[in-house]
């Protein structure tokens, strides 16, 4: 087994993180159904990791927002009722090039997968949702 440490991608392609949600999020409380944002699922934003030598205006280290669009795959799940009627239910899935890096997992994909680099930004906590009532105190 071949242990690659370091890769340097060709013509447009560019190695990302693959950093995944650890657990389902939420807002307001509520867990928000949308398939990629569900536990183990990719996020939308990685790490740029390696760039090939036509990629331009994308660096090492910048943040960038993917679009999976491209790899996207249609597959069905079985049994699913509606109307009394048992038919299959549509469900996206999403099926991303990899490149495994000293025994981690990397994405490989093209530069128009990009849809933008973040210059600046502030990640923000998850809190317990909170009702605020107009005296401005916080019931939870």
């Known amino acids: 087994m071949l242990n690659i440490k370091k890769i340097k ?11 995944k949600y650890e657990k389902s ?9 949308d398939t990629h944002k ?8 990685q790490t740029v990791v390696a760039v090939g030598n036509l ?6 280290g910048d943040v960038v927002s993917i679009n999976p669009k491209r790899y996207a795959v249609m597959k069905h799940q079985e049994g699913s009722l509606k109307d009394g009627v048992i038919t299959d239910n549509p469900v996206i ?3 991303f090039p990899t490149v495994m890096l ?11 997968d990009i849809n933008y680099v ?3 930004s502030e ?8 009702l605020i009532v107009p005296n401005n105190d916080i019931i939870v």
């Open 55 to 60: 990629v331009r205006n994308i660096k090492e």
């Open 123 to 130: 990640e923000e906590l998850d809190e317990e949702p909170a």
């Open 93 to 95: 899935r999403y099926n």
């Open 25 to 33: 999020q939420t807002i307001g409380g509520s867990s928000i159904l």
């Open 38 to 45: 569900m536990e183990g699922a990719l996020k939308e934003y």
């Open 118 to 120: 973040i210059l600046e």
């Open 9 to 19: 991608p060709l013509n447009s392609y560019v190695v990302l993180t693959a950093d």
């Open 102 to 112: 000293d025994h981690e997992e990397y994405l490989l994909l093209q530069d128009n």
